[in-house]
């Protein structure tokens, strides 16, 4: 069974970093687009980073763009966030994803999502 687990979630303070990591099991998604989205309390889920399946073209949300790094290994069996500078904002649970089809630059349609992890940044 393919499953995607995020882990590296916490209670941390404005202005500290945090690396989220995302473990592919049952399968490997070499060949797909991946990236991370979040859902803040109340709020809608949004794209927070995608990284295309030959790691040559990222994506991110203006909101985190030059805080955080989207990044992923060769095997296509894990994915990570390198957060910075958090802000009380970034609060939400984040969530790792892979596209439905192979071979695309960015995430066009969630095929796979994780379960998710949470991140909370006090002020």
């Known amino acids: 069974q393919v499953s995607l687990v995020e882990s590296g979630g916490g209670l941390v303070q404005a202005g500290d970093s945090l690396t989220l990591s995302c473990e592919v099991r049952g399968r490997t998604f070499r060949t797909y687009a991946m990236g991370w989205f979040r859902r803040a309390p109340g709020k809608e889920r949004e794209v927070v980073a995608t990284?295309?399946?030959?790691?040559?073209?990222?994506y991110y949300a203006d909101s985190v763009k030059g805080r955080f790094t989207i990044s992923r290994d060769d095997a296509g069996t894990n994915l990570y966030l390198q957060m910075g500078s958090l802000k009380p904002e970034d609060t939400a649970d984040y969530y790792c994803?892979?596209?439905?089809?192979?071979?695309?630059?960015?995430?066009?349609?969630?095929?796979?999502w994780g379960r998710g992890t949470q991140v909370t940044v006090s002020s």
């Open positions: 990284i295309s399946w030959n790691r040559r073209s990222t």
């Open positions: 994803a892979a596209d439905k089809d192979p071979s695309t630059t960015t995430i066009y349609n969630v095929g796979v």
